[in-house]
């Protein structure tokens, strides 16, 4: 066992910088998305769409495969970090949120539901000024 930990050193220390990345990252950015959430984005049975009427088609795909691409990366990440150093619920439930999946809204909701994942979140906006989450999901 121990060999394979000297064989591969160089591997342990990427993922160990990767750790570290991923954390600070996410202590930054997390809160920043948590925070700009209305606090009534969950209270509702569907989703309400807000449609791009004033961009051009080419921009509107643009910016939804961007979008996609940064909720599968916060997604993976958040994967990642439920073993590794980091807010790895909190990230996984950011990607979602910026994820375009049938069934997607319905998915949040349960995961809002968790009452340890609404304390946290209401605990961040609290601290930043800003009103709880709406407790209507049930």
């Known amino acids: ?3 394979w930990f000297y064989n591969n050193e160089t591997l342990l220390w990427w993922l160990f910088f990767f750790s570290i990345a ?3 990252i996410t202590l930054i950015t997390v809160p920043i998305v948590l925070i700009r959430l209305p606090k009534d984005y969950f209270s ?3 989703r309400h769409r ?3 009427k004033n961009q051009n088609q080419f921009l509107q795909i643009i910016l939804f495969i961007a979008k996609n691409l940064l909720g599968l990366l916060l997604v993976l990440l958040g994967i990642a970090m439920l073993v590794l150093p980091g807010q790895g619920l ?5 990607g979602l949120i910026l994820l375009e999946f049938p069934g997607k809204y319905k998915l949040e909701r349960w995961l809002i539901n968790r009452r340890s994942i609404l304390q946290s979140i209401n605990w961040i906006r609290v601290k930043a000024g800003k009103a709880e989450l709406l407790d209507k999901t049930r």
Do not use: A
Not at 90 to 94: G, N, V
């Open 1 to 3: 066992m121990l060999d």
């Open 22 to 24: 991923s954390f600070l």
């Open 44 to 46: 509702f049975p569907e």
């Open 50 to 52: 807000i449609r791009w």
């Open 90 to 94: 909190l990230t996984i439930i950011i």
